[in-house]
């Protein structure tokens, strides 16, 4: 029977706990593969915690693919292959590949509750931000960014995300087509990108008119088949591990490290394209690539376009630290694209909490549509 102590959780949640403590034994190899689990009341009973916080946990751990359900048998350790060397951070869920017609909504719009954004709010800080930065306004914001909007967004992923950044990795731009743009003339001439082959198209289109080559590698039901990776020649694979668009298809654990094995065989590079995983209808938002990897191989890419509206042509990545100097040498002369309002707001809006209320409250309505 697993056994934990809930005594030092450092603040977690007994449920967020419980989901890492399990986690992190599959990832060492103390639960195998294949595996079964204690039932959820079986295990409720032996830790003295609530049946609750065991679904809770498991359904985090079904969610990210590190165990799978079995009609009338229970819970088993899924198969999950990490990159040789890596080190385990602090059979796979089967999703059904979803039609092209299925009717999700365009990539463009915003997720669940676009018709009740807290305007008022968001006019408030508008005033408050013209009124307390008065001439910081009137100045060209740093290329990468304004100092204060990264150190909000660092601060985020980490508190919300699980992800370790530093504000000087992150660089701001207006939406994720711009970003796409940067991505293209960071990498060497040459390098051939591979992409899923139903894929957003103007990732495929942007990548092409900066003369980049893309390679469209086949999917299945748990994102690019271990195939076509295996056969592919780019240097840089372009993956949405969340709710790839326009297919539905979530990458569970097992194949997000096949990626990552695949990259670090390669000494390839990984673009992280996660426009919709906050949006998970569990408890914990899901983990990235990038907080899954090691080897600093996984460029972050997000934008606010979905969480906010439409109209916050505002996005970030995160480089690894590795990339960091090129960045500089080869496109850090190009002015940032975001004027220094909107950067100051939506640091406002983020370091306040306001952005975190926002995604959980979204969160909260799709969990109750399901």
């Known amino acids: 029977m697993l056994t934990y102590s ?7 949640s007994k449920f967020e706990y419980l989901y890492e403590q399990i986690r992190e ?19 409720a009973e032996h830790l003295g915690i609530s049946v609750i916080t065991v679904e ?10 590190y165990i799978v359900s079995r009609p009338r048998s229970g819970f088993f350790v899924s198969e999950i292959s990490l990159p040789s060397g890596s080190i385990a951070p602090d059979i796979p ?11 999700r909504l365009p990539r463009e719009e915003t997720t669940g509750a676009s018709g009740d954004f807290p305007v008022s709010t968001f006019l408030r800080l508008i005033r408050e931000v013209l009124n307390d930065y008065g001439d910081k306004l009137l100045r060209r914001p740093p290329n990468a960014g304004c100092p204060e909007l990264r150190e909000a967004i660092s601060a985020y992923l980490e508190r919300y995300r699980g992800m370790k950044t530093e ?18 003339q960071l990498i060497d001439p040459g390098t051939i990108f591979a992409l899923e082959e139903e894929s957003y198209e103007k990732i495929r289109l942007v990548y092409r008119a900066h003369g980049i080559r893309c390679e469209l590698l086949p999917m299945d039901a748990d994102g690019i088949s271990a195939e076509g990776l295996r056969h592919s020649q780019a240097g ?31 000494r390839a590079l990984i673009v992280e394209d996660d426009f919709e995983s906050e949006f998970s209808v569990q408890r914990k938002p899901l983990e990235t690539l990038y907080s899954m990897d090691s080897t600093g191989s996984v460029i972050y890419l997000n934008t606010f376009t979905k969480s906010i509206a439409p109209s916050m042509r505002v996005g970030y990545m995160v480089l690894p630290k590795r990339l960091l100097r090129r960045y500089r040498n080869r496109i850090g002369f190009y002015s940032c694209t975001v004027p220094s309002l909107d950067q100051y707001v939506l640091a406002e809006y983020i370091s306040r909490g306001y952005f975190e209320k926002r995604l959980n409250h979204i969160r909260r309505k799709l969990r109750a549509r399901t």
């Not at 809930?6 to 977690?12: A, H, I, L, P, S």
């Not at 869920?93 to 009717?103: R, W």
């Open 6 to 12: 809930f005594e030092d959780r450092q603040g977690k």
């Open 25 to 43: 034994d599959i990832l060492k190899g103390t639960l195998k593969p294949g595996e079964k689990l204690p039932s959820k009341r079986a295990l």
């Open 56 to 65: 809770g946990a498991y359904g985090q751990l079904l969610d990210e693919g």
């Open 93 to 103: 869920q089967t999703v059904e590949l979803q039609n092209v017609g299925s009717g």
């Open 167 to 184: 504000p000087e990795q992150i660089i701001i731009g207006s939406g994720s087509e711009y970003l796409y743009g940067l991505i293209a």
């Open 236 to 266: 840089l694979l372009h993956v949405t591990p969340f709710h790839s668009y326009p297919t539905g298809v979530t990458a569970p654990a097992a194949k997000r490290y096949e990626y990552i094995s695949w990259a670090n065989a390669r």
